[in-house]
């Protein structure tokens, strides 16, 4: 069984600064199928990143992600107002076959 | 637009059964699988069913097992889950979901929400 976890739990952060969020699986994972969603109070994640590095359609170039093997990162560059929220890694394959993080919040420091 | 919506969602008492649907459209329904995910209140995000784009085959997650049984009608462009022996744990936000490329879930609903309550 595939677990991820998410550090940290939550970042306290001002606009403008980065912020850097980190999801671990428990075991090598195919960076192909890792994902991070956002999700604001209220509404539906929305896709972020595909294939640990792709962005989606639509998501500004402020938001990135990297990583390989069990170690993968996504990285906001300078925070917009809109991007507090609660962001969630996401792996497809094996068993479950899909597992999501518990979730890293970025507040408003 | 591409879209789906959710419903059916309610007021159950433990044990009772309960039927969602997800209506989707702005895209050639038949051609994808779909999924229902669902997150209790203030937690994380957990999937509960997977159906492919023919119907054929399906998967589920460990805690619904037995219990659910996803569904779909591509002729109608609708997907379903069918929910018995409800309980509390089961009380979430269920959202259907689209996997895209690489089987991210790039298209989602607004959720339905199911309340397991004596």
């Known amino acids: 069984e595939i677990v991820l976890t998410q550090s940290p739990g939550t970042l306290s952060l001002s606009p403008g600064e980065g912020a850097t969020l980190s999801c671990r699986a428990s075991?090598?994972?195919?960076?192909?199928?890792l994902v991070w969603y956002q999700q604001k109070p209220g509404q539906a994640p929305r896709l972020l990143i595909y294939a640990a590095s792709s962005r989606a359609t639509g998501i500004p170039d402020r938001f990135s992600g990297s990583g390989s093997g069990t170690d993968f990162t996504l990285t906001i560059s300078s925070l917009e107002p809109e991007d507090f929220a609660v962001y969630f890694c996401?792996?497809?394959?094996?068993?479950?076959?899909?597992?999501f993080g518990p979730g890293t919040k970025v507040e408003i420091k | 637009q591409v879209q789906l919506v959710e419903s059916g969602g309610g007021l159950v008492k433990p044990g009772g059964s309960l039927r969602l649907s997800c209506a989707a459209s702005g895209f050639t329904f038949s051609d994808y699988s779909m999924t229902w995910i669902r997150q209790a209140p203030g937690k994380g995000l957990e999937w509960v069913a997977y159906?492919?784009?023919?119907?054929?085959?399906?998967h589920y997650g460990d805690s619904v097992k037995g219990r659910f049984s996803v569904s779909r009608d591509n002729a109608k462009k609708s997907l379903y889950l069918q929910m018995i022996s409800l309980r509390a744990e089961d009380t979430a936000i269920y959202y259907c979901?689209?996997?895209?490329?690489?089987?991210?879930?790039?298209?989602w609903g607004r959720g339905t929400v199911v309340t397991v309550s004596s």
């Open positions: 075991q090598s994972v195919d960076s192909s199928y």
């Open positions: 159906i492919t784009n023919g119907g054929s085959t399906t």
């Open positions: 979901a689209r996997p895209g490329p690489f089987h991210a879930f790039d298209i």
């Open positions: 996401q792996y497809y394959g094996g068993s479950p076959l899909f597992t």
